[in-house]
Every structure is written in C-alpha cells, then in structure tokens.
C-alpha cells in the first residue's frame, strides 16, 4: 500500500534551534518525494523535491531507501518558518500526490 | 498570469443534494488535479484531467465525477452528497502530467448537513 506518516501532529521549537519534521513512507517502487508548505491563509505550495537536491528557505530533505524516510531539517529555525507542513510521494512522478496527515510546526520566540 | 482560482470559496448543502465546484487552470496549464481534504488530514487524490480526459483516479466512489473543458478549465460534480463529504476541495493545474508542477487553489469548503 502506497502510505505516507508524518508521527507528528504539532512540532514546537525555539526560534534559532535546529527543527526536524519526520516522514516516513511506504511504497514498493521508487516514488518522486516532496515536502509542502502551507502558510498562514495562504494556499498549499511546493516546497521541496527530493530529485532536485535544493536547500529551500534553508530548508533541506535527504531520501533514505533503507529506511524509507524523507526527513525536512532546518539548522536554524525562524519564526516565518512556523506553517503546516506536507510530505508526499508520488508513484510514478505523474498523476496523483499522496499526502501525509501534515504537520503544524510551530516556532516560538 | 493568473494562478488557480476556485469557486465558490465555500458552501453549504444537505445530504442528499448535488454539488458542481469549479477550477480555472493556471494559464499555459493544460493538466488540472482535484483533491479532497477533511479536517486534519491532508489532501487526498479523487482524479486528475489532462486535455480533457480522465488521466488517473483516486479510490473515490462513481458519484464524484467531473469534467475539463476546452480552455482546461474544470469541474467537480458531487453526487448524493453524504455527512463525510464535508472537507476542503482543492485543485492543482499543471503544464503537464507531472506531479511536481501541479499549482494548488484556494479551496472550496464544502459543508454538508
């Protein structure tokens, strides 16, 4: 079954410290990964994609196989940073996205 | 450009009655996905639509149908609404079938009592 979890409903970090947002994923082939933002009334964007290898808003996502996780670490959190958080597959790298439950990160001062 | 817009931004039905949102594709964009999204969860696939076909399907039942129109513009047609029903419904266009370049709306908050 294609599945991705995110353990973390809410994930509360000081403004400065180091921030990781888990996901792991279930899928037999070899999906596209990604992470995406939501901000604040604001819609749903595209934050990250494991194939480009990009840091984004300091932010950066290494896939690992063998543990079929696809963690989002930043080393400093900022308080723009604070939004829902996404991570997603798609199998195939067409069609349909699969999405996680999400996870509310929110940075205090 | 434009991006994606949505409408109605929301609306209330009862169980029972049907629903048509719609979806105006980025332009350039030929590809439009929609998605469904409940209260604390996060997005789910119900089917995508390129150049005016069905191209992939969630595991949303034949009452949820739609369609896509020559200018890629698209619509959302629920059937016999349901309690369950009640969620965010998002759509994506895309330039083409590419996950990763799918362009998310605003949403329609559907609520049905």
């Known amino acids: 079954a294609q599945r991705v979890t995110q353990p973390e409903k809410l994930l509360s970090v000081f403004k400065g410290a180091p921030v990781e947002l888990k996901c792991n994923y279930s899928y037999s082939g070899s999906p596209e990964l990604f992470w995406y933002v939501q901000y604040s009334r604001q819609r749903l964007q595209l934050l990250l994609r494991h194939i480009s290898r990009e840091s984004i808003k300091g932010f950066t996502a290494d896939l690992n196989k063998g543990e079929t996780s696809f963690h989002l670490k930043k080393p400093f959190a900022q308080e723009e940073d604070s939004a829902m958080y996404y991570c997603?597959?798609?199998?195939?790298?067409?069609?349909?996205?699969?999405f996680g439950k999400g996870t509310r990160l929110h940075i205090l001062p | 450009e434009t991006g994606v817009t949505q409408s109605p931004t929301h609306l209330i039905k009862t169980r029972g009655q049907q629903v048509t949102l719609r979806c105006s594709s980025q332009s350039g964009h030929n590809t439009v996905s929609w998605y469904q999204q409940a209260l604390g969860q996060g997005p789910q696939f119900i089917f995508q639509?390129?150049?005016?076909?069905?191209?992939g399907r969630g595991n949303f039942p034949p009452r949820f149908s739609g369609l896509q129109f020559p200018n890629y513009s698209s619509e959302l047609n629920v059937n016999a609404l349901e309690l369950d029903d009640s969620a965010l419904y998002l759509c994506a266009s895309s330039a083409g079938q590419q996950a990763y370049e799918q362009y998310f709306g605003p949403g329609t908050r559907l609520t049905v009592t």
């Open positions: 997603a597959l798609s199998p195939n790298r067409d069609d349909k996205i699969i």
């Open positions: 639509y390129y150049r005016e076909e069905e191209n």
